[in-house]
């Protein structure tokens, strides 16, 4: 069953991001497995099994919509996501992107098979309740997001320059909350013609640089001192949800 047109354009890039993935997970050997990735304390693999499981969960959730059922993303909360995750970490190069593969085809298949009205029926994922089609949205970003936390050649540059304009709006829109007290932020991505002023006062601090670094440091992942120019420092930021 076809999705509405907008909801359509969103699967096709979640696919092209998959596909970007999958290209450099296709790539790894054994050895990648059991190193670092940007994550603390969290391996290539960890990484990859995240990606895979969150994968599963949507397909959960998109399942139950389709019955008219609201369920938990994940089936055994925070904990049982954690020890799913822990448990496949290990897993040989192979068995992981295969994983990755067949968990993202499977979540694709239930999304199409979606009755027209399930994409606004409310499901309950760990970000909070939301429709279905912002899953598709929410499931790009975890895609995007993870690629670069493997740290193996996928870089903030890489991504759309689409992707990166809607999450700075996003994570601009949600950075008042993670601010130091007192502190207000002139944040620019100056490729993107895009600017913001938030936070309390004045704008006392100044962030600027191409967008997906913004977006980046923004979404609190290791940015580069050369990549931003911040002349007061960058400001400490709260945790991003």
Partial sequence: MSAPPAIEQ?????RAATARLLATVDGLGDAH????????????GHVLTHVARNADGNRRIAGGAARGEVLEQYPHGVEGRAADIEAGAGRPAADLA?????SAAALDATWMALPIGAWDQTVRP????QPVRQTVVSRRREVEVHHIDLGLGYRPGDWPAAFVARELERAGSGLPGRLPPGTAVRLAGRDLEWAIEVGDGPASVSVSGPGAWVLAWLLGR???????????????????Q
Wanted: hydrophobic residues 45%; aromatic residues 6%.
């Fill in 98 to 102: 295969v994983d990755v593969r067949t």
């Fill in 33 to 44: 497995v059991g190193k670092a990735s940007s994550l603390p304390g969290w391996t290539v």
């Fill in 10 to 14: 969103e699967l096709t890039e979640v």
């Fill in 222 to 240: 290791r940015v580069p001192a050369s990549a931003l120019w911040a002349p007061a420092g960058l400001p400490d930021l709260g945790p991003w």
């Fill in 126 to 129: 760990m970000s909070g309740e």
